[in-house]
């Protein structure tokens, strides 16, 4: 709890964008492995939107290939959901996710608040 903070979210029109961040904690006994954005919608299951791992290539739901990408900033150890051509059906909570490393506990996943995503029509 409270190892990530999320921002970005809100309203918006369908067809337009929002940036979300998370940023991670920084220390020197921390690696942050994969980081990646899911999100929930009401009555809905939660479901991945794109996840990037370390040094890696960015995976995407199909939902949102050509539209969304996820980017990070290794030096802030911050992940970023640049969300373009926004629609109805995107919107939903959405969450930051963590694999992080602490030096002698081993790795942990890690969730963040969530934050709120709503593109009217």
């Known amino acids: 709890q409270g190892q990530l903070v999320e921002s970005g979210g809100g309203l918006v029109q369908a067809g337009g964008s929002l940036r979300l961040s998370c940023a991670g904690p920084?220390?020197?006994?921390?690696?942050?492995?994969?980081m990646g954005w899911y999100r929930q919608a009401a009555g809905k299951q939660r479901e991945l939107v794109a996840t990037?791992?370390?040094?890696?290539?960015?995976n995407y739901a199909d939902s949102v290939k050509g539209r969304f990408t996820i980017s990070r900033d290794y030096t802030k150890n911050t992940v970023y959901l640049q969300m373009n051509s926004l629609r109805p059906e995107d919107t939903a909570l959405y969450y930051c996710?963590?694999?992080?490393?602490?030096?002698?506990?081993?790795?942990?996943?890690?969730w963040g608040q969530g934050t709120q995503v709503t593109v009217s029509s």
């Open positions: 990037i791992p370390k040094g890696g290539s960015a």
């Open positions: 996710n963590a694999n992080i490393y602490i030096l002698g506990q081993g790795s942990t996943d890690y």
């Open positions: 920084g220390s020197i006994f921390i690696s942050i492995n994969s």
